[in-house]
Each structure stands twice: as C-alpha cells, then as structure tokens.
C-alpha cells in the first residue's frame, strides 16, 4: 500500500514539474533573468567605442543620485501617484454608487464611465489632443465663452502634468469602478432595508455600512492603481514627450528615453532597479498587511 | 428633501457621463467634418468622409490591422497553452518545491514587463526575434496573472469528476483536456476578452522591439502617423483615431455585458 503511494506521489512530482516547466522557463526568461540581468548591468560603466565597459559598482546610482532631472522626474512620478491614485478611486466609488443606484439613463451612465477603458492610451491622448490644442482646443474655446485668455496647457511646466494627470484619471476611473459595481452587488439588501426602518439617512448608511463592506475592494484597486502610476505612461509620447523642459517627465518613460534615445543602458538599469525595489515593497506590504483571503485564496 | 437630493445626484451622475464620454464625442465629430467646420463647431456643416480617405491613404493600415491582429492571436494561444499547464499543476497535484515557485509566480505580478524593457529588449535581440511579432508576444505569454486565474478555476472543480475520469483509463493529460479545460470554458473566454484588449492597447514594448511597418501594430501605427513632426491636422488623426479603436469599440458595446462581466472575473477572483 505504502509503495502504491509512493509511486503516486512520484508520478504527481514528475507531472506536476513538467507542466510547470514550459512556464517556469517563460518567466525566467522574460521575468528572473532579466531582473538579475538587469541588476548586473546597473554595476557596470556604459561601453562606448573608445572605451570598454568596466565594473564601477554603484557609481552609475550615484551619478542617478547627482542628476536633477533624475530628481525631478521622482518628484513627477511622486506627483502623479499623490494625485491620480486617490482621485481616480475616488472617481471610481462616486461612479459606482451612482451606476448602482436608481436613476435615469443609467445604462448611457455605466457605458459612457467604461468606455475609456477599452481604448487605447495611445488613442485617448489623440483625443485629448484636440481638447488640450492651444486657441483651437476644446478647453480654450469653452474658456473664451468665459472670457479667459488661450492657455497652453501642454506647453508650459505649471500645467502639463496636471493635463497628463487627467488622461489617466479618464481613462482609468471607470475601469476601477467596474470593481466596486461588483463589491457593491454582494452587499445583501437586509442591510439597506434595515437601515431604513432604523430612518437612517442614505449618507450615514453609505458611510458606516457600504464603505466598510468595501476596504478589501479599495486596497485592491489600490494596490493596482499604485502600479499604474508606474506604468501608464503612453501617453506622454503623443501629449509631452515629458516637456517642457522635463516638467511632465514619469519614470517609466525616463528609462525609456535613456535606453532607446541616449543609449546609456546602464544608467536606465540602474532606474530599473530602482523601481523594481519599490514594487517589491509594494508587494510585500500587499502579502503581509491585505486581506489575502478576499483575492488570492 | 429626498426628492431634491435624487434629482440632484441624478444630474450629477449624467454629467459626469457626458464629461467623460465628450473627449470620443468630439474625435468622433471631428473625423467627419472638415478641419475648420471641427474646430469652429459649426453645428449646420455637411458631413464628409474625407479625412477617412486621407487617413487611410497616410499609412499601412490594412498592414498594421493585420499585425494587432495576429499579435493578440499569437499572445492568447501561448497564454492558453502555459497557463493552462502551470495552473493545472498549481491547483490539482502536489509536488516538492510548489509553493516556492508558485510565490516566485506572484512576485511576477509586480515585476511588470513594461519595467524590464531594457534587459528584455536584449533578450528578444538575442534570440533573433527583433521586429518580429513573436518577440512583441513572448514576454506576456507566461502570465502570472493568467496561471493564477486558472489555478483558481481549475481548483473549483470537484474531485469527483476528476476520479472519475481517472477510473475511466483517462491519464492525467487527458483529464486535463477533457475535465477541467471544459469547465473553465468562462474562465478562458473571461482572460481572452481581458487579454485581447490589452494587447490591442499596448504600446511602449511594441514601440520598442518592432521597426518596420510589417510587424508595427496599430497603437505604434498610430503614434507614428500623428506624430506631429508629420503635420496632420486634428480632423485626420481624429479619422485615424476612430478608425484604430473601431473594431474593440464595436465589440465592447456590443457585447457590453460580457466585457465587463469578462474584467470583473479576471481582477476579482
């Protein structure tokens, strides 16, 4: 009998690590290795013609360190997230209660919330292109109904960001709220009905009923909208292209711009890093402090 | 009171609707009036198709049509193919080293490929796959979020079934494909949708391994034609604009429920 579950346990091993195999060889090619790779370059100087690349430790961090546009693209990034991450979830309840609750048009309402969704960022930054477009622009002619003069809002530092800031929020609202619809359809109807022979008021049982029934939906979408403050960034390349004078400059697109414009790879792995070290915090504040039942059982 | 406060929700909620549907509403106006009717809102202004004929005439768009199309085909084979192994083995056998690894799959949730663009550029390039549409799909292939969503799905079909298959003569591939990947039907159908739009969408690892117009998907295709060192006027791209997002925008409103039925399983569960 012992030997009979023996040999099950050894067919179960050699199964499971053979199905497991194709994947595990994908992810360490295009997920481990690269990391590690990425990791070893940041410790090396940039080859150039007349010079080899040499070990130089953490001198390409230092020069990081030393560099202001590095810097201020933290302090954009910084930005972003402080002011995307909390609107947009924000956006995304407003929405959700709305969408769930009795009023007119509402399939137009939930439609018209998801739609940026399913567009590419690409193609949401051509649309607001023709919103943000100084004197032709949409913005700029509801302006001039008021009276207001022709704002550049692309082009100068005090706003760009704000205007790349708007995009992501449009387009990643209603995305969230999608799960917030979803949280708020299992919340039982008792709930309300009770609420309402008690004569509570829709605001005080929003607050200490529905908001509370929904924490482990918001630290997920928060969790997501954290990394998406890192990776939404394709519109900078339509909008800004991180201008002016690097005023709506993101990280991502920082790396980008030093890899594939000014050919300085290790520099770029050296921010590479960088940003891997914050999402690992990320994550592990995810494993160790969220809820892991509600996602991850 | 109640009253007043609904009325005033109500117009609150549908505003916001209106705001946020206007950016398309605009393009949309736009890609079909001439570039001075667009931007003066001459609401009387005949409608023309114009703009689609110079757009369309810009750029390789049948080509790039194309690429998108075989790219989010390559990516969801292949995503079906690993996931649906390394989920099977996740969820139903057991096997030394399993959590170890499958705790190394879910820190691939936060190492985004989008982050390694850099080491995973040489890697494609080492690989020969440079300006192919295989090294555009490869590094999404082996998702953790796709091994992880089956995994979960594979892991709620009962035990029976799979005895019973077992006493059948079936071996372990067979159950596999004839148990467990028929009842996650939902399941697939929910990644594919997922999967599909996000890689119609995608752009900065596009933009970076490919190079020519035969392998360009259309998000590249498409910031290239309205880069505006080419000079287009704000008609032609909103032509252009429309024309790329049609396909997945007549989908989505089509099939509306599925889709968000579709995103609310795969980020939920």
Redesign the interface.
């Known amino acids: 009998m012992s030997k009979h579950v023996n040999m099950e ?1 050894r067919r ?2 050699i ?3 053979l ?2 195999s ?6 360490s ?7 590690g ?2 990791f070893f ?1 940041s410790l090396f100087s940039r080859h150039t013609r007349r010079k080899p690349s040499e070990f130089t430790g953490l001198e390409n961090y230092n020069d990081l360190f030393a560099d202001p546009t590095f810097w201020l693209v933290v302090k954009n990034n910084l930005f972003y997230a402080a002011i995307t991450v909390p609107v947009s979830i924000g ?1 995304a309840l ?2 959700a209660l ?2 769930n ?1 009795k ?3 509402r399939g ?2 939930r ?14 930054a ?6 943000y ?1 100084p004197g ?1 622009g ?1 913005l700029d ?1 509801i302006g001039a109904l008021f009276g207001f003069a022709s704002v550049n809002w692309l082009g100068q530092p005090e706003t760009a960001l704000w205007a790349i800031i708007f995009v992501t929020i ?1 387009k990643e609202a ?2 969230f709220m ?2 917030y ?2 949280a708020l359809q299992t919340i039982p109807e008792d709930y309300k009905e009770a609420a309402d022979i008690e004569g509570t008021s ?1 605001w005080t049982y929003t607050r200490r009923i529905v908001l509370p029934l929904l924490m482990p939906t918001t630290l ?1 979408i928060l969790v997501n909208a954290m ?1 998406n403050s ?2 939404l ?2 519109h900078l ?2 909008l800004t292209k991180g201008g002016p004078s690097d005023a709506s400059k993101l990280i ?1 697109y920082y ?2 711009e030093m ?2 414009a000014f050919f300085d ?1 290790p520099h ?2 050296a921010l ?1 890093i960088l ?2 070290s914050v ?2 915090i ?2 592990a504040i995810q ?1 160790l402090y969220l809820d892991r039942r509600t ?3 | 009171m109640k009253r007043l406060s609904h009325y005033v929700e109500s117009a609150a909620a549908i505003l916001l609707a209106v705001i946020w549907i206007s950016p398309l509403l605009f393009a949309f106006w736009a890609a079909f009036h001439s570039t001075s009717d667009a931007v003066n809102f001459n609401l009387m202004s005949s409608w023309t198709l114009d703009n689609f004929r110079v757009a369309w005439d810009g750029a390789p768009w049948l080509q790039y049509f194309l690429n998108t199309f075989l790219l989010v085909t390559i990516v969801l084979i292949g995503q079906f193919f690993f996931t649906t192994l390394a989920g099977f083995a996740f969820a139903k056998l057991e096997f030394p080293g399993k959590n170890f690894v499958f705790i190394l799959v879910l820190m691939q949730l936060f190492i985004l490929p989008e982050v390694l663009i850099v080491e995973n550029y040489a890697m494609v390039s080492r690989l020969g796959l440079f300006d192919t549409l295989f090294g555009v799909g490869m590094p999404y292939m082996a998702s953790a979020f796709g091994i992880f969503l089956m995994r979960q799905s594979f892991k709620s079909v009962p035990i029976e079934l799979h005895e019973a298959a077992r006493i059948e003569g079936c071996g372990l591939l067979g159950i596999l494909w004839r148990v467990y990947v028929p009842l996650a039907k939902p399941t697939y159908l929910a990644y594919a949708l997922v999967s599909v739009s996000t890689h119609w969408n995608n752009f900065l690892w596009p933009l970076i391994v490919t190079n020519s117009p035969e392998t360009r998907p259309l998000t590249v295709g498409l910031s290239i034609f309205g880069a505006p060192e080419n000079g287009v006027d704000i008609s032609i791209i909103s032509a252009a604009t429309m024309m790329s997002v049609a396909p997945l925008l007549i989908a989505f409103l089509v099939f509306q429920r599925q889709f968000v039925q579709a995103f609310l399983r795969a980020g939920i569960k």
Do not use: E
């Open positions: 346990r179960q091993a199964y499971g690590w199905m497991l194709p994947a595990a060889l994908m992810l090619v295009f997920a481990f290795y690269p990391s790779a990425t370059s956006i407003a929405m709305w969408a609750s009023i007119p048009a137009f309402v439609t018209a919330y998801f739609t940026p969704t399913v567009l590419p960022m690409i193609a949401a051509n649309l607001w292109l023709f919103f477009t032709l949409v002619q449009w209603g995305f999608i799960f619809l979803a829709r997920f990394i890192v990776k960034i394709d390349f339509i991502l790396i980008w890899a594939f790879a770029a792995a590479t940003v891997l999402l690992c990320v994550a494993f996602h991850y059982q």
